[in-house]
């Protein structure tokens, strides 16, 4: 009878022997050798085809040092995937506790599935990346939740200290999601996490976003709409992730409708001679500056700053005909408050015919409307923002998890006059999304 001892060598010697066999046939398939140069996925007459696996996708992590997962030249079209959060691990019946419990376990990281990065071959520090978007095409499915109010994220996690997912169907022949019978929301989807890589070496959460661009959580990011970033080193690195279907303004309760994209089409230009210092957003009708800070009334001054410097750029507008402009055209409104950076942005159109028409105090004809005003931009989103919450409650019979919910869904967060003393904040929510009574 053979020995203990022998059997146990014997089995580490087959078991090597079929790793070695795995690795060897890892190493001949072609895209893990690709992936070894520094390329991934299939490029065909300027268009580069991306897929979202575990060998393209990283969580949580920012990190200029990351190998390229694909190489483009300027002009190039990228056709890619993104994954759900987690690495695909927030999927259609996944309860709460299994996403408190990915995120709890995993400190530091952001829970955000990033796609990339791309090399963009030309691009160099001081260069601008335009971004177009020609097409995004979500999953069929997505989801909301709020975390438990201990880990203190959100806006308001000691009013909803109670954990909560919703799970959607996405209806895309109608564009359309069913939050609750009789309440439907419009998918307009759009990426959470568009950037290239920061300056500097080592590893960072994806959750706060920056001049780099990241997880801005613009939801005027759609199809037909284009970025453009700052560069901060060789290639640029493209990132894209946390792919949205639905989020209002301000993203509340910590997520939007969280998806993945089956095409993510962008189209990347290298813009030599131009400089910027924080990203901007062209759409077909309007220009976007942004500002984000940890402090929602320093995130309005940098977005001052950038409009201003943008009116300078645009218009040869400067001082007082600046500022005019700005009072008479900008359309300003919150994009998030829940990633540790707040961000706001100015929507400047392109046709001037009609200047912008004061944001209103109570409802109009097509929204609910709360309002606050307060000297501190932060304290008056959360007086306008809650009250928003407890009608939502007392006109529609939501529970409080519900009203939390719809609001970071719907919610349109704007912002009225502003002045030394007196941030005013106007919260819309829109009528249309009761398909009854």
């Known amino acids: 009878m053979p020995k203990r001892r ?47 696996t575990n060998e393209t996708v990283q969580w949580g992590w920012f990190n200029n040092s990351e190998p390229p997962r694909a190489r483009i030249k300027s002009g190039d079209t990228v056709v890619m995937e993104t994954m759900m959060a987690s690495l695909n691990q927030v999927l259609p019946g996944v309860p709460i506790d299994k996403i408190t419990k990915l995120r709890v376990d995993n400190p530091g990281r952001g829970p955000h599935s990033v796609t990339g990065p791309i090399f963009v071959e030309g691009a160099a520090p001081g260069d601008v990346l335009r971004v177009r978007i020609n097409r995004i095409v979500p999953r069929p ?34 564009r359309k999601t069913q939050f609750l019978p009789g309440i439907e929301l419009p998918v307009r989807p ?64 910590l997520t939007a409708i969280e998806t993945a994209f089956s095409e993510l089409n962008l189209t990347v230009t290298v813009i030599k001679g131009r400089s910027l210092t924080w990203p901007r957003i062209e759409s077909p009708t309007h220009w976007i500056t942004l500002g984000y800070d940890r402090d929602l009334n320093k995130a309005l001054d940098i977005l001052d700053e950038e409009t201003m410097k943008f ?28 990633n540790q950076l707040r961000g706001v942005y100015c929507m400047l159109p392109k046709n001037l015919t009609t200047p912008i028409v004061a944001n209103p105090k109570t409802d109009t004809t097509d929204s609910f409307v709360t309002h606050a005003v307060d000297g501190d931009a932060m304290q008056a989103l959360n007086k306008a923002a809650m009250q928003a919450i407890d009608r939502l409650q007392e006109m529609k019979q939501l529970s409080a998890l519900d009203a939390y919910s719809l609001s970071s869904l719907a919610l349109d967060a704007r912002l009225g006059q502003l002045e030394a003393g007196a941030k005013n904040v106007h919260c819309l929510v829109p009528k249309s999304l009761w398909t009854k009574g």
Not at 31 to 47: D, F, I, K, R, S
Request: aromatic fraction near 10%; proline fraction near 5%; include cysteine.
């Open 6 to 52: 022998d059997f146990l060598l014997g089995s580490a010697a087959v078991a090597a022997a079929v790793s070695s066999q795995v690795q060897a046939q890892e190493t001949n398939r072609p895209e893990m050798q690709a992936l070894q140069e520094g390329y991934v996925g299939q490029y065909e007459g300027g268009v580069y085809l991306l897929p979202a």
């Open 141 to 174: 499915y997505g989801a909301n939740w709020n975390l438990p109010g201990n880990l203190g994220l959100g806006l308001f996690p000691k009013e909803f200290a109670e954990a909560q997912v919703k799970h959607f169907y996405l209806d895309m022949g109608r």
């Open 190 to 253: 759009f990426p959470g996490i568009i950037g290239v890589a920061r300056a500097e070496s080592g590893q960072y959460s994806t959750v706060p976003p920056g001049p780099f661009g990241g997880n801005l959580d613009c939801r005027e990011l759609v199809q037909g709409t284009t970025i453009y970033l700052p560069v901060f080193v060789d290639g640029a690195l493209l990132w894209s992730g946390d792919s949205h279907a639905v989020q209002g303004n301000g993203e509340i309760n």
């Open 311 to 338: 009116l300078s750029e645009w218009r040869g507008l400067r001082g007082a005909e600046a500022r005019k402009f700005m009072a008479t055209y900008g359309d300003c409104r919150v994009a998030e408050v829940v």
